[in-house]
C-alpha cells in the first residue's frame, strides 16, 4: 500500500484490542531473564575481543607495540591498522570502517582489538598495548570554531535553511521583539544495554548478534565496510535494551568482531564498556541557538528567526535540526531558520532521541515564555493567537492537529489558573515554587517496510519482520494488530523479530517504528483475511473476523478449517503522496511545577503531566509509559545531563554513569501522561502517529519556564544547574 489518500474505515475502528493497555507479551521473558539480548547469545568455541582506544584527540600512530599482549595468556589475535583488512567508505550512516591507517581523528577512535579466550583475558592484554603517537592540535569545541561553521548538505535530512517573506526588515520595525540565544551540551544516549556484538562466519554468510535499531541499514551498512554482497550478512536482534538513536548506525564492535572471527574462523563476541560508549560511538552534539521573534502589539507574530550552529567530524554532513519545527509550530509571514555545521575533531554527533525538536523546543519554547511576558500575556494565550491555519512554509494543510485542545486540557488538569505570572511570589516554607508550560511536537514519518504473516492448522498465528523492539512494545502492539485483524485472542499470536531474514522493516527510530511496521502488518493481515474470505465462499468487503471465525451474514466458518496446512500472505507500506501533500507531526503540551532552594539553588521538580494527540493509541499502556519516559528525559535535559568535553584534548571527562548524570527516582514525583482522542487518516492505515520522542519535545522547557516562575532567574546554558541558578537567586527577606 502506498499513502497517496486518506484512508477509510477499516477493521481497526472497532475498538477491539487494538488500544486497549494489556501487558506486554514479552514481559515474562523479560523479568525472568528469558529474553536473550546481543552479548548473551551463546556459541561453541568462541573467542571475546576488547578495543583499545586512541588517547589523543588528533595526530598519526607513529608506533604501536604489541608483542606484550600477543604473548599475553589467552591471546589469539591482536588487529591494529597493520594486518587489518581493506574496507569500504562512507559516512557513519553508509559505512563504518575500522583500523584502516594510523591516522587519529578523535579521542577513543579504536586503534586495536585484542581477542582472547575471556573477556578477561582480552581486557588484560589490552592494556600491554603501547601505541606511541604523534599529536596534531585539533579543534574540539563548538563555541571556538564557530567561524569555521558551514551550510551542511544531506542527502537524507531537510536543507539546512529556509526563509519565507522578509525577515530582517519585518523584524527591524515590529514593535515588540526578543533577541535571546540559548545553548544545549553534549549529551550521551545512556541507554542500558551496551553495545556487543557475537559475530560467526559460516562460510562466506556473515552471522552477527547484535544490538542494531535498524537491522536492514545496518545489514546494508556492514556489507558496505567489508566489501562482500549484503546477502552474505545476516543481523539478528530480537532484543535491544534501549538505543535512543545510538544503536541506529554501526558501530565498531560489529566490525571488529566479524573481521576477528573471519580471520580466527572463530565465534569473537564483544562489548564495549559503559566508559567506551561515550568515545567510540555517537553522541548528540551541543548547540548554540539564536531566537529572535517579533510580534505586534496584540502578540500576533511578524517575524520569528532560529539561527543553529552544530558540530561534527569533517567530512560528515549530519547537523542537529534543532529549528526544523520552528518552521512549522507558529504562525507568522516573515520566517527565517539557519543550520551552520563547525567541523570538529571530536566522535562523531548523529541522532539522539527527538533530534532537532528535543534541543530546538529548549530555546524555542523558552523563548515564547520571554516574549509572553515581555507582551503581559499569559504563555499559552501567546500560543493560541499564533495557532497557524495550514503548515505556515509548505502552505499544505496539517494531516491532524490539536495543540491547542492539548494545551487548554492540560492547563485545567494542572491548575494553570493559579499560576502567578510574577516570578518568585510562591513559596513552601524554604522552597520557591513556580509554574512553567511549553508546547510539544515531533515530525511523523513513514518509512517503507514489509510483513508476513502466517496461519496454521492450529488456529496460532505467526508474524515476521525485520523490525526491532527497543524496549518501546513492539511486540504487544504488532499481537494486538494481528490479533484484531484476524479475530484472535493475542495469546494465540506469535511476533518473530530481529531477523533480517525476515521481510524488510524501516526498523526502530525516529518515531517510524510502530506505524511503519504496523502498517505493514495491516496489509499483510488484509491480504491474509482475502484469502481466506474467498476460500470460504465469502465477500471480502462483508466479511467479520471474531473467535477464530469468520463470518458474514448468517454464514460462519472456523478459521482453522480453511487454512490446509497453512496460509500467510505478504504486506507492505511505504509513503507516497500524504507525505507531501499534508503536513505531518504529533502534538503536545508540557506543565511542570518546580521548587528551588531559597538557600542553595537546588531545584526539584514537584509534579508534571503531558497532553498529548498521536492519532488512534495502539495501546495505553506502553503509550503512556513511552510519554513518561520521554517526559523524564526531557528532565534529564533541563536538570542533569551534560558531557563535559576538555577542550585541550577533546575527551569527555565525565564518560560513565557515576559522572554522567540522568534522572533517578528520587527525581521523578508524580508525573502523568494522557492523549487526547484523535485519528489521523492521512498518516498511515492505523490512523496513527509516532509517540517514542513526542514526550522529550518541550518538557525541558516547561521545567525551565517554571525555573523562572519560580525565582525570576532566566537561565539560557542548559542544563539548569547550582552554580548558574545561585547567583540569581533573590535575596531572602
Known amino acids: 500500500m502506498e499513502m497517496n489518500s486518506p484512508v477509510g474505515p477499516n477493521a481497526l475502528d472497532s475498538q477491539g484490542i487494538v488500544g486497549k493497555p494489556i501487558s506486554r507479551v514479552d514481559g515474562r521473558l523479560k523479568v525472568t531473564g528469558g529474553a536473550r539480548y546481543a552479548f548473551e547469545m551463546q556459541q561453541e568455541n568462541v573467542l571475546y575481543g576488547f578495543v583499545v582506544e586512541a588517547s589523543i584527540g588528533k595526530g598519526t600512530i607513529r608506533s604501536i607495540d604489541t608483542r606484550a599482549a600477543e604473548m599475553a595468556p589467552g591471546v589469539a589475535l591482536v588487529l591494529t591498522h597493520r594486518n587489518a583488512p581493506a574496507q569500504g567508505a562512507g559516512n557513519h550512516r553508509e559505512a563504518h570502517p575500522v583500523l584502516t591507517g594510523p591516522q587519529v581523528t578523535r579521542y577513543g577512535q579504536p586503534v586495536a582489538f585484542v581477542v582472547a579466550e575471556s573477556f578477561e583475558q582480552a581486557r588484560a592484554a589490552a592494556y600491554l598495548v603501547d601505541v606511541k603517537y604523534d599529536l596534531l592540535s585539533g579543534k574540539y569545541a563548538l563555541r571556538t570554531n564557530l567561524h569555521e561553521a558551514r551550510v ?3 542527502n537524507d535530512a ?14 527591524a520595525s515590529a ?23 557475537l559475530a560467526t562466519w559460516e562460510g562466506d554468510e556473515l552471522i552477527l548478534h547484535t544490538a542494531n535499531q535498524m537491522l536492514n541499514q545496518g545489514q546494508q551498512a556492514i556489507a558496505t565496510t567489508l566489501k562482500i554482497p549484503v546477502e552474505k550478512v545476516r543481523l539478528i536482534s530480537p532484543f535491544i535494551g534501549g538505543g535512543f538513536g545510538g544503536k541506529l548506525w554501526v558501530a565498531a564492535d560489529a566490525i571488529l568482531a566479524a573481521i576477528a572471527a573471519r580471520r580466527l574462523k572463530r565465534p569473537v563476541k564483544t562489548t564495549l564498556t559503559r566508559q567506551q560508549i561515550f568515545h567510540v560511538t555517537t553522541h548528540r552534539s551541543d548547540t548554540i541557538q539564536r531566537l529572535r521573534l517579533a510580534t505586534d502589539r496584540n502578540g500576533r507574530i511578524l517575524a520569528i528567526g532560529h539561527d543553529v550552529f552544530s558540530g561534527n567530524l569533517p567530512g560528515e554532513q549530519t547537523y542537529e535540526g534543532a529549528a526544523l519545527q520552528t518552521r512549522t509550530l507558529y504562525a507568522g509571514p516573515n520566517r527565517l531558520t539557519r543550520h551552520r555545521l563547525a567541523p570538529l575533531d571530536i566522535p562523531v554527533a548523529s541522532s539522539m532521541r527527538a533530534p532537532g525538536e528535543s534541543v530546538g523546543l529548549m530555546a524555542l519554547e523558552c523563548a515564547m515564555d520571554e516574549l509572553a511576558e515581555k507582551l503581559d500575556l499569559d504563555p499559552i494565550e501567546l500560543r493560541v493567537r499564533n495557532e497557524p491555519s495550514e503548515d505556515p512554509e509548505k502552505h499544505i494543510p496539517y494531516s491532524s492537529r490539536h495543540l491547542v485542545a492539548c494545551m487548554q486540557e492540560g492547563a ?26 511549553a508546547a510539544a511536537t515531533r515530525g511523523n514519518p513513514l518509512r517503507f517496510s514489509k510483513a508476513n504473516v502466517r496461519l496454521d492448522p492450529d488456529g496460532n498465528a505467526t508474524v515476521r519482520m525485520a523490525m526491532t523492539d527497543i524496549g518501546t512494545g513492539t511486540y504487544t502492539i504488532l499481537a494486538q494488530i494481528a490479533a484484531e485483524m484476524l479475530g484472535l485472542p493475542t495469546e494465540r499470536v506469535r511476533v518473530e523479530l530481529g531477523d533480517t531474514n525476515f521481510p524488510q522493516s524501516a526498523g526502530s527510530g525516529g518515531s517510524w517504528g510502530a506505524g ?41 466458518r472456523k478459521l482453522t478449517d480453511l487454512v490446509g496446512a497453512g496460509m500467510d500472505a505478504d504486506g507492505e507500506i511505504q509513503p507516497g503522496r500524504n507525505n507531501t501533500d499534508f503536513s505531518q507531526q504529533s502534538y503536545g503540551a508540557h506543565f511542570a511545577e518546580v521548587g528551588i532552594d531559597e538557600d542553595t539553588g537546588e531545584v526539584r521538580l514537584r509534579r508534571m503531566l503531558g497532553v498529548f494527540t498521536a492519532g488512534r493509541i495502539l495501546n495505553a499502556k506502553t503509550a503512556r509509559s513511552q510519554a513518561i519516559g520521554g517526559m523524564v528525559f526531557g528532565v534529564g535535559a533541563a536538570l ?5 568535553l576538555d577542550p585541550r584534548f577533546g575527551y569527555f571527562v565525565n564518560h560513565d554513569l557515576a559522572e554522567y548524570h540522568v534522572p533517578v527516582h528520587a527525581d521523578i514525583p508524580a508525573i502523568d501522561a494522557i492523549f487526547l482522542d484523535e485519528l489521523d487518516d492521512k498518516s498511515n492505515p492505523l490512523k496513527s502517529k509516532g509517540i517514542g520522542e513526542l514526550g522529550i519535545c518541550g518538557a525541558a522547557a516547561s521545567i525551565a519556564n517554571a525555573v523562572y516562575n519560580a525565582c525570576g532567574a532566566r537561565i539560557r546554558d542548559y542544563p539548569i544547574t547550582l552554580d548558574k541558578l545561585l547567583s540569581k537567586l533573590p535575596v531572602p527577606a
Open 152 to 154: 551542511p548538505k544531506p
Open 640 to 644: 542533569h545531563e551534560e558531557m563535559t
Open 175 to 197: 514593535p515588540v521583539q526578543i533577541d535571546v540565544t540559548y545553548s544545549t551540551p553534549l549529551q550521551s544516549h545512556a541507554m542500558m544495554e551496551p553495545h556487543a556484538t
Open 516 to 556: 511503519s511496521s504496523g502498517s505493514a502488518l495491516f496489509e499483510a493481515c488484509n491480504a491474509l483475511r482475502e484469502k481466506l474470505a474467498r476460500t470460504a465462499g465469502i465477500d471480502p468487503a462483508t466479511a467479520r473476523f471474531a473467535d477464530g471465525n469468520i463470518a458474514s451474514g448468517e454464514q460462519s
Open 158 to 171: 531537510p536543507p539546512a535553511d529556509s526563509a519565507v517573506g522578509n525577515f530582517a526588515e519585518a523584524f
Open 412 to 437: 485545567r488538569r494542572f491548575g494553570w489558573d493559579k499560576r502567578n505570572a510574577k516570578p518568585g511570589q510562591i513559596r513552601d516554607g524554604r522552597w520557591l515554587v513556580g509554574m512553567g508550560m
